[in-house]
């Protein structure tokens, strides 16, 4: 898909179709993050460092369930 790249104020930017957004299950004021891969710049709503530290906090809550339970009360 080609975009352009437009002025929008004194900055630079996209305009995403809807198909596109609706692809990616954006929608305004959503965030979207570019990675840098070593083919280029890949865009994606997926945040691997937030995925990261979803999977720690996981961890902790299963490991300490009961403390958690505890101080919930």
Do not use: C
Not at 3 to 24: C, E, H, M, Q
Not at 53 to 62: G, I, L, N, S, T
């Amino acid at each position: 898909m080609k975009l352009k790249i437009t002025t929008i104020g004194n900055s630079a930017g996209v305009i995403l179709p809807k198909d596109l957004l609706a692809r990616l299950r954006l929608d305004k004021g959503d965030e979207l993050y570019a990675l840098e891969t070593p083919d280029g710049i890949r865009l994606t709503a997926f945040d691997p460092e937030l995925a990261a530290q979803m999977e720690v906090a996981e961890q902790v809550m299963r490991k300490r369930k009961t403390l958690l339970r505890k101080l919930a009360q």
